[in-house]
């Protein structure tokens, strides 16, 4: 543990020197194919500039020079900058940075050289040694492809979106419909899949051979990992569990997620947009889709994967996995605030040895801010939003489809709002009646 | 729509894609089979098949071909094993990839462990071990040695090998051709072409017998790493040099030697498992087929690759070379990592609870588990158990490691059955104040190694290397206020002390001068050490040094000699013996050396007589208190501000602070009286400065455990204050409090304003870190948080896990845990110890179980240590190897003897005796005692130089066990075997070599004897004494005044008469300077040993009974042999006290007692003969005494050859008088029997009534 960090370096280094050095050979090829097929002699003296500045950084990582480690200032900076609540305002800004300057970011060029800075980032990263073994983390590696997975599919929809967009806007049919879309069965469909068939095994075989199964030690019923971590997929659920009581985040959010993925064909009155891709003509299934999927689905997987360490703490990039460090947790109830905060007295006491109803009763009463809160947000904003900002959608929805696509809505924007109340009032339950294990 | 050819993609394309991504699948499917093919362990397993076993078979036929008469049976079964292994073709095709997964040659091999289970915390599963997936050849021993391993493991030495000092002789061939000079030649050795592993290694291959290299003791495969300190690049260069060098020798002297560096044996995998007759091997107690390898040596069994079976470096060099050679890591995902090598032993104790049955013993002389055993003896001693609880028993009432608890301190407080057994390690303080002062007290608590340097008590207090600031002032004050505390509750709750008076008949006034050497010779030192005896070593007992500065006191004076005269007296569970001390006449030759030598005026005293008597206990008394030369350190004045602060930290915590405050202001009222507990009773009353240092002395005691190794009273029922180390070697890691430890040890502490754990330590005296392989092991282990890290430092710097802690704490909750001194392998040896604590016993056929005469030696062993009664006596006798040359080795001379005391010798011995190795030496192993001079020291018999100018000695050693030396017999009691040898330093041989050749014999090896040590230490002493007093004993006849040896004892006295004598000795021997004391022993603990010496003698226990006492037996003999003049016994009185038989002449008998003889030729009262000794014994010992025990005085008195002696007092042979001898003494209470008339005695009215009330029935 104290004695590794020297060897791990040594070896993480030349590791990220080779990285470099490849990431250098594939700009050179982009330069050439920019050359040779775009004819943009502009965009190739910038590939080959940025090969020869991965080049540069890979020989000196091989050299193991100094110069190629990260500076610690920076580390420091990243580190005290990222936390959850700059993390999720930063990516909503960002979704909505990049909605905004779409047309840009999906210009080619403009795409490689963002790829070509993550993988500055990550060649930078990688020289130290907390991030470098949370990144190679066997586990981990499918997480870090799916992230660039996921940003190319991303980036590559809305290219031919924007392009799309900008064919409809001059009135000639869609990429897809221009091409038709029927090809044939053999050799076509076949010979395609029997390749990816292929090409896959071969992968899946050279995966095996280098990286071995991230087995760990026999479970143990009284030594639980440190953190326990569910499988990548729920990280984000697990992340949800922060913030939320567990009853609502293991069992509310995901059945009203698979409720609500259920109801979108029957929510759906949008006849535009089918069958190609495009934003404008359907830009409110977009935006939901960007950030409902990006935003508290993805994003809060690689915060439990990558961000989150012992005892569930979160630690920054390049923070070290100190099993000690401490986090201040505080849990306030709004039933607290209402009562004692704002009105300056103690919050009611439930008499122990009254009957159900009288409980009950008591009960209410003390959660009564919360409860009213609740009932307003999901009982008065519909109409309200029905009257202003949705009214289009009411009208063309009717009542029944209106109210459902609405509460979803307002279901799924608890999130976020639970999430801001925690991190700037520490309120963690809204309403909270433990008696009856219901607490939101 | 119609299908169309267009196609949507270009086909050509689709094929370019499909061709590369096939190759890209076959380069893969390739890489996959390179990787199977070239795993670790095929790897191994065509090494062993290839290179490893055709060369051992091939050294096994050159062995064969070169022994004189060679085996051809043999030969010939080793040629066809050697094509069987020589690699072939088809053996290679069942080797290639794929077509290996058939299983042969290569394959996975495993050892499927059903019953040794392995604990994956939601059940346990069975064990399968794939070690020997690698480690071919693990478990073979070399053929015909079982003890040594047939591939040996790696090693490096240097050996010197003699040339012929003249110029190499051209040889000549089969067809009278001239052939150029060969290392054959002159050396006698062949090399290799190719070495085993490397191919390019310099390798003998062959080994002549009775040459220089045989001589040197080269094997073949032994590397020739460097001749005269050059490397040899290649086989000929070596061979040239060789050759050279031997041309050479012709010129500086006769003899010219070389010095080559070679390396022996095979690295891992490929070496077998050290000592096969003990573990692996197929006839040892450990098989590998029904134990594997995990089971002791943990790891995960299950890889067949090195890094994944988690094997565990030794020390940070092997860390690094594993690292580099085998991509080794530290695997935290396996929860039962390899112990590394120097922990080896601990695992011993899952199966081996007794621990005592892992001494040497005699199938087993080299020591099983050496470390461990030092380990237990460690905790023994140092009373670990005292604080931390070592329990053998789960709830169940299942044996599941050592038990080692306390034993209970009244029958109330027995819990659990059984209850423990150990006693507490300290002296009871129940009467402590009738012999301290408070002065000595403070001291000696403050810091016990001060007063005595070797204490075993830990050190409590001062212990501040991990403090500073405020914590260090308030460990400063509070501890000042503790030690005075703890004397205070000591002296408060002493109860007064009733004197042992002396004897009444004791006249003189006490002299240190007889008693310094009382002390000598009465035993003491056989327990205490002395600086004035600095050859006494004993530390079972206390270093007596310095006793008048501790019993500084006319009070601690007297209680020390009524100490001395009964010890149970005033402490019934010490183990220190009542030494039975009777007052000793005062006579003119006392002040002279001969005192010591018994007179029998001591023995047969007339009270009556104006004898002047002195008392020895208190002459040893007054010897010891003379001992001087330590000062005490004045007390300090007690701050009262402190007393107050820390009692009102205890008290707090139970009455809170505001009551509290009020009680120790107030006291505590008597009406509130009774709702007071615990400790705080002791501030009842009006409230006093002692109340409260009391009241602190209580909480303190009892924090500090001071219960565990002391009797304190008011503490009766306390429990171990420490963690229970009972499973402490599977204690979750997570579970141990490192805190700050990191900071406190690691030399580049950040932030340099405070000073680094290390130079702390290194100021505190404790060892600083440093790059030694095993403080570097223990470091990593500390710092990776790993138990033997943790229990490293805890025995190191007990309370430096509370560094920087400390000041977040209470001064209460601080650890405490005192400092023990301890040595670096000490240390070693107690970690080796406990963490074999797992408490997780194998199924129970695994768990050792002794049968009934091996549990009583185990059993015998404990009480053995518990009574230390190896100090005196020797329970195994000194052992010799040694080498000889047949031809000049001297046989030994006959002695005519009675056949009944032949040896009986198995053909096999015969056989095995006349074995010569290739040097054409023999060798042979002989018991007995070494002949010593009048210093005690080693007899010299005769010295010599060699060419060198090496001094050469001969010694001798007096048999103990009939020896086999080259078809020979030798006797004991006979003709002593005459060795040479370099000089033997304490019991070791120095280095230095000597010539076979030349002085016939070679001294090879040493075994030190058991035990003994104090009948060595006397031996001079007595010795002198007698020469002084002009009485020029006989050899080794000084033997016989000492402790006597215990070899044999079983087989020479009667269990009951033993069983008795253990319980209370009585003196047997009139000659003996000193006598057995009177241990504190159970009868219990007496039968346990009377088992013992039966069982270790081979003789049938616990009962036994003899022939010749039983009813009828006389009167048959009577039949058979009729005597005219008398009955047997009264003709065998006869024989027995006729002058002929000179057994009168030194015996006592009865009532009758040689006249002239002083004390130190008496011999023994025959009447105890038939109580004591047991027939089988008597009956060698009558016929031949030296061949029982060779340095006994007594001769032979009845020759077996020649005219019986007294032929008309006995008629018949010598062997027919020894019998009716025999009879005699073991019927003698039957004899004495008959000889006394009872009826005489009866009043002739009672036998009349008797009479009638018969004669009415």
């Given at each position: 543990m104290h004695a590794g960090a020297s060897e791990l370096m040594e070896s993480t280094v030349t590791r990220v020197g080779w990285f470099y050095l490849i990431a250098s050979v594939v700009n050179v090829i982009a330069a050439v194919r920019s050359w040779r097929k775009q004819r943009k002699p502009a965009w190739t003296i910038a590939w080959l500039l940025v090969a020869a500045v991965f080049g540069g950084l890979g020989g000196l990582a091989l050299g193991h020079s100094p110069l190629v480690l990260m500076p610690e200032s920076l580390k420091a900076a990243a580190d005290a900058t990222l936390g959850p609540a700059t993390l999720t305002l930063g990516c909503f800004a960002t979704l909505v940075v990049l909605y905004l300057g779409r047309r840009f970011f999906v210009i080619p060029a403009v795409g490689w050289a963002m790829l070509n800075a993550s993988w500055l980032f990550l060649g930078l990263s990688m020289t130290d040694a907390e991030f470098a073994a949370v990144v190679g983390m066997a586990d981990n590696l499918p997480i870090v492809a799916m992230v660039y997975l996921l940003a190319f599919f991303t980036w590559w929809g809305a290219a031919q979106a924007v392009e799309n967009d900008r064919r409809l806007k001059r009135g000639s049919p869609p990429l897809e419909k221009e091409h038709g879309e029927k090809v044939l069965v053999w050799p076509d469909l076949v010979y395609t899949e029997l390749i990816c068939m292929v090409l896959a095994t071969a992968v899946l075989v050279a995966w095996s051979l280098v990286l071995k199964a991230p087995l760990e030690q026999p479970a143990n019923p009284v030594v639980t990992p440190n953190p326990s971590k569910a499988p990548w997929y729920f990280l984000g659920l697990q992340e949800l569990l922060t913030y939320s009581d567990a009853w609502n985040a293991g069992i509310v959010v995901p059945c009203l997620i698979v409720l609500g993925l259920m109801a979108i064909p029957y929510l759906d009155?949008?006849?535009?947009?089918?069958?190609y891709y495009t934003i404008r003509e359907r830009r409110f299934a977009y935006l939901v889709f960007q950030f409902g999927f990006l935003q508290l689905w993805v994003l809060l997987i690689l915060i439990g994967t990558f961000m989150r360490g012992p005892n569930w703490t979160f630690f920054g990039l390049y923070g070290v996995r100190d099993p000690h460090k401490l986090s201040a947790l505080e849990n306030v109830k709004l039933s607290d605030c209402f009562w004692v905060t704002m009105l300056g007295r103690g919050v009611p006491q439930v008499p122990a040895d009254a009957g159900l109803l009288v409980k009950l009763g008591h009960v209410f009463w003390r959660e009564i801010a919360g409860v009213v809160l609740t009932a307003l947000y999901f009982i008065a904003l519909p109409p309200l939003l029905g009257r202003t900002v949705l009214r289009s959608f009411r009208r063309r929805m009717g009542f029944g489809r209106y109210t459902l696509m609405v509460f979803l809505l307002l279901a799924m924007a608890t999130l976020p709002l639970e999430m801001f109340l925690r991190w700037t009032f520490s309120v963690s339950y809204v309403v909270s009646m433990p008696e009856y294990l219901l607490n939101f | 729509m119609r299908a169309t050819e267009k196609t949507y993609y270009s086909i050509r394309r689709l094929h370019l894609w499909m061709a590369a991504s096939s190759l890209a699948l076959l380069a893969v499917t390739v890489w996959a089979l390179i990787a199977d093919h070239t795993r670790q362990w095929k790897q191994y397993q065509r090494t062993f098949q290839d290179r490893i076993q055709p060369w051992m078979t091939q050294a096994r036929i050159a062995e064969e071909q070169g022994r004189e008469s060679p085996d051809e049976e043999e030969l010939g079964r080793l040629r066809q094993v050697l094509s069987r292994q020589q690699p072939s073709l088809g053996k290679r095709l069942l080797r290639l990839p794929l077509i290996d997964a058939l299983g042969r040659p290569l394959a996975a091999e495993q050892i499927w462990l059903p019953e040794l289970t392995i604990d994956y915390n939601f059940r346990r599963v069975a064990r399968f071990d794939r070690c020997v997936t690698c480690h071919q050849g693990i478990d073979q021993a070399e053929p015909g040695r079982p003890r040594e391993p047939a591939l040996r493991p790696e090693e490096v030495l240097s050996v010197e090998l003699t040339t012929a000092g003249r110029a190499p002789e051209a040889g000549e061939n089969g067809a009278g051709q001239k052939t150029p000079p060969s290392l054959e030649g002159v050396y006698g050795l062949v090399l290799a072409e190719q070495g085993i592993l490397d191919p390019s290694a310099v390798t003998i291959e062959r080994v002549l017998p009775k040459t220089p290299a045989a001589e040197a003791r080269l094997t073949a495969g032994d590397v020739i790493l460097k001749i005269n300190d050059q490397e040899p690049i290649d086989r000929a260069a070596a061979q040239r040099h060789l050759l050279e060098e031997a041309e050479r020798g012709r010129a500086p002297t006769e003899g010219w030697s070389l010095q080559l560096e070679i390396r022996r044996g095979l690295p891992q995998p490929y070496s077998s498992h050290p000592r096969p007759d003990l573990f692996v091997g197929s006839m040892s107690p450990h098989p590998m087929s029904e134990f594997g390898c995990t089971i002791c040596h943990e790891g995960q069994g299950s890889a067949t690759e090195f890094k994944w079976a988690s094997h565990t470096p030794n020390d940070p060099g092997q860390r690094e070379q594993w690292r580099g050679q085998y991509g080794w890591f530290e695997n935290s995902h396996w929860d039962f990592p390899m112990l590394p090598k120097r922990f080896a032993e601990s695992r011993c104790l899952k199966c081996h609870h007794q621990v005592t049955d892992l001494e040497a013993s005699?199938?087993?002389?080299?020591?099983?588990a050496e470390k461990l055993l030092a380990g237990y003896q460690l905790v023994r001693q140092s009373g670990c158990f005292g604080c931390h609880e070592i329990k053998g028993f789960d709830e169940s009432g299942r044996s599941i490691g050592p038990d080692m608890r306390l034993e209970p301190s009244s029958q109330e407080a027995v819990r659990g059955v059984p209850p423990g057994t150990m006693r507490k390690v300290g002296p009871s303080l129940r009467e402590v104040a009738g012999r301290l002062d408070a002065g000595f007290l403070d001291n000696w608590i403050g810091n016990p190694s001060a007063f005595r340097p070797e204490t075993r008590m830990p050190r409590f207090?001062?212990?501040?290397?991990h403090l500073d600031g405020v914590s260090l002032a308030e460990a400063k004050r509070f501890e000042a206020v503790e030690i005075r505390a703890i004397t205070e509750y000591l002296l408060s709750t002493s109860r007064p002390v009733e004197l042992q008076a002396p004897p009444p008949e004791v006249t003189e006034r006490p002299s240190a001068q007889r008693g310094k050497r009382l002390f000598e010779v009465q035993g003491c030192l056989a327990c205490h050490k002395h600086r004035d005896f600095p050859r006494g070593q004993a530390t079972q007992g206390a270093d007596l040094s310095q006793l008048g500065a501790k019993y500084s006191s006319q009070a601690g004076a007297a209680w020390l000699a009524s100490w001395i005269r009964d010890p149970t007296r005033h402490s019934p569970r010490t183990v220190m013996p009542s030494p039975l001390l009777t007052p000793i006449p005062l006579e003119a030759e006392y002040g002279d050396a001969t005192s010591q030598i018994p007179n029998p005026k001591s023995e047969i005293r007339n009270p009556k007589s104006e004898i002047r008597m002195t008392d020895p206990a208190a002459d040893i008394a007054a010897y010891l208190l003379e001992g001087r030369g330590w000062q005490p350190k004045a007390r300090a004045p007690l701050n009262e501000g402190d007393l107050d602060e820390l009692a009102l930290l205890h008290l707090g915590k139970v009455y809170g602070e505001k009551l509290a405050r009020r009680y120790l202001k107030e006291g505590i009222a008597e009406s509130t009286a009774d709702r007071v507990q615990g400790d705080a009773a002791e501030l009842r009353g009006e409230m006093t400065v002692e109340k409260k240092l009391r009241y602190v002395g209580r909480r303190t005691i009892g924090k500090r455990g001071c219960y565990g190794c002391h009797d304190i009273p008011g503490f009766e029922d306390a429990q171990p204050i420490g963690p229970a180390l009972t499973d402490w070697g599977r204690k979750q890691e997570s579970l141990l409090a490192f805190e700050q430890i990191d900071e406190f040890v690691e030399p580049a502490v950040p932030a340099g304003a405070k000073q680094s754990g290390a130079a702390r330590l290194a100021a505190a005296g404790t060892a600083a870190p440093s790059d030694a392989p095993d403080q570097g092991f223990f470091l990593d282990a500390l710092l990776a948080h790993r138990r033997e890290g943790f229990i490293w430092q805890k025995l190191r710097a007990p309370r430096s896990f509370d560094f920087r802690t400390a000041a977040e704490k209470d001064y209460n909750q601080w650890l405490t845990m005192g400092r023990f001194q301890l040595s670096d392998q000490q240390r070693e040896a107690i970690i080796t110890f406990v963490l074999g604590l797992v408490a997780e016993p194998p199924a129970s056929a695994y768990v050792y179980r002794p049968d009934p005469r091996e549990k009583a030696i185990v059993e015998g062993r404990k009480v053995l240590e518990k009574y230390a009664c190896a100090q005196c006596h020797t329970l195994e006798t000194e052992r010799w190897t040694f080498e000889f040359d047949p031809a000049k080795f001297e046989d030994p001379p006959p002695v005519p003897d009675y056949d009944f005391l032949r040896p009986r010798v198995s053909p096999e011995q015969m056989t095995a005796s006349l074995k010569t190795d290739n040097r054409g030496l023999g060798s042979a192993e002989v018991a007995g005692m070494p002949r010593v001079d009048a210093q005690g020291k080693l007899l010299i018999v005769d010295e010599d130089q060699d060419e060198q100018g090496r001094a050469v000695y001969q010694y001798s050693l007096a048999l103990w066990e009939p020896a086999v030396i080259h078809g020979k017999v030798w006797t004991v009691g006979g003709a002593s075997p005459l060795v040479c040898g370099p000089e033997i330093v304490e019991g070791r041989l120095a280095a230095g070599r000597v010539d076979v050749t030349k002085w016939g014999v070679r001294l090879t090896g040493i075994r030190p004897p058991v035990g003994g040590s104090l009948a060595r230490l006397l031996y001079p002493v007595v010795l002198a004494e007698a020469r002084a007093s002009g009485r020029g004993p006989l050899e080794g006849e000084a033997w016989g005044w000492l402790p006597p040896p215990l070899v044999g004892e079983g087989a020479k006295v009667q269990p009951a008469w033993l069983h008795g004598f253990l319980l209370a000795p009585e003196r047997i021997r009139p000659s003996s300077v000193l006598r057995m004391p009177q241990y504190n022993m159970s009868a219990e603990e007496a039968g346990k040993l009377v088992d013992y010496f039966a069982a270790t003698s081979g003789v049938e226990f616990p009962y036994s009974s003899h022939a010749r006492s039983r009813s009828g037996y006389l009167e048959e003999m009577e039949r058979q042999r009729p005597h005219p003049e008398g009955t047997r016994l009264e003709q065998a009185l006869k024989l027995l006290t006729a002058s002929g038989t000179d057994c009168v002449k030194c015996h006592l008998l009865g009532d009758y007692r040689p006249g002239s003889g002083a004390g130190a030729t008496l011999a023994p009262n025959l009447e105890r003969v038939g109580r004591r000794i047991r027939p089988e014994y008597l009956r060698r010992w009558l016929a031949n005494p030296k061949t029982v025990l060779p340095y006994t005085p007594m001769t032979v008195n009845f020759p077996p050859a020649g005219p019986p002696l007294e032929p008309e007092v006995f008629g018949g042979n010598a062997t027919e008088q020894l019998d009716a001898i025999m009879d005699l003494l073991l019927n003698y209470d039957r004899y004495l029997g008959g000889r006394t008339s009872i009826r005489q005695l009866v009043p002739p009215a009672i036998g009349a009534a008797a009479n009638r009330s018969e004669g009415k029935q």
């Open positions: 009155f949008n006849r535009q947009g089918s069958g | 005699r199938r087993w002389p080299d020591p099983p207090f001062g212990l501040h290397e």
